[in-house]
Antibody, heavy 126, light 107 residues
Framework: EVQLVESGGGLVHPGGSLRLSCAAS????????MNWVRQAPGKGLEWVANISRSGDMTHYSDSVRGRFTISRDNAKNSIFLQINSLRVEDTAIYYC???????????????????WGQGTLLIVSS | DIQMTQSPSTLSASVGDRVTITCRAG??????LAWYQQKAGKAPRLLIYQASILESGIPSRFSGSGSGTEFTLTISGLQPDDFATYYC?????????FGQGTKVEVK
């Protein structure tokens, strides 16, 4: 069974920093691109960041580029999201989500979100 | 960014109904579209990818169709477990974007 377990959420003041983690099990981790997707309270889903299987390529939404950094440690089957310069509008549940299984050079056709964690809540408030 | 627009935003239906949700993309996304189901307080669950491929373990009453800019999710014979919010998502061009969601509620 695939499990993605997020941690690191909490209450942070505006302007602060936080690091979210996601530990994966039950899958061949290096065969999956990984993502962070967030959901503000009562709102829809918003993709935040993506990282390639090797970790050498990353992509971000415009709303977080320059403040958020996604990374991964394939030896520990984990991904991370370093969040700096936090804003009130960053308040959300942050989900870790894998792409589909990708065993080819390019993962474009498996770029949906196949496996999801339970989410970790980040509240940004003074 | 590619805007994804779902209709309707809310749908009232009864068990056994055939339900159709539409998702329109602001530009062609070929067939790079996925559908998710989300229940209150839970993480989303992948239903369909590449517009029409059913994810493993998803009941066959769920189906997807479309390409280019217009897509549909159909539930043939709504079950009590299907009352939830449904999202479409394009993964053709970064940034990947979701529709605003369609809540399927009890009529």
């Amino acid at each position: 069974e695939v499990q993605l377990v997020e941690s690191g959420g909490g209450l942070v003041h505006p302007g602060g920093s936080l690091r979210l983690s996601c530990a994966a099990s039950g899958l061949s981790f290096m065969d999956y691109e990984m993502n962070w997707v967030r959901q503000a309270p009562g709102k829809g889903l918003e993709w935040v960041a993506n990282i390639s299987r090797s970790g050498d390529m990353t992509h971000y939404s415009d709303s977080v580029r320059g403040r958020f950094t996604i990374s991964r440690d394939n030896a520990k089957n984990s991904i991370f999201l370093q969040i700096n310069s936090l804003r009130v509008e960053d308040t959300a549940i942050y989900y870790c989500a894998s792409g589909g299984l990708c065993t080819t050079d390019v993962c474009h056709n498996t770029a949906y979100f196949q496996h999801w964690g339970q989410g970790t809540l980040l509240i940004v408030s003074s | 960014d590619i805007q994804m627009t779902q209709s309707p935003s809310t749908l009232s239906a009864s068990v056994g109904d055939r339900v159709t949700i539409t998702c329109r993309a602001g530009q062609s996304i070929r067939s790079w579209l996925a559908w998710y189901q989300q229940k209150a307080g839970k993480a989303p669950r992948l239903l369909i990818y590449q517009a029409s491929i059913l994810e493993s373990g998803i009941p066959s009453r769920f189906s997807g169709s479309g390409s280019g800019t217009e897509f549909t999710l159909t539930i043939s014979g709504l079950q009590p477990d299907d009352f939830a919010t449904y999202y479409c998502q394009q993964y053709d061009i970064f940034p990947w974007t979701f529709g605003q969601g369609t809540k399927v509620e009890v009529k």
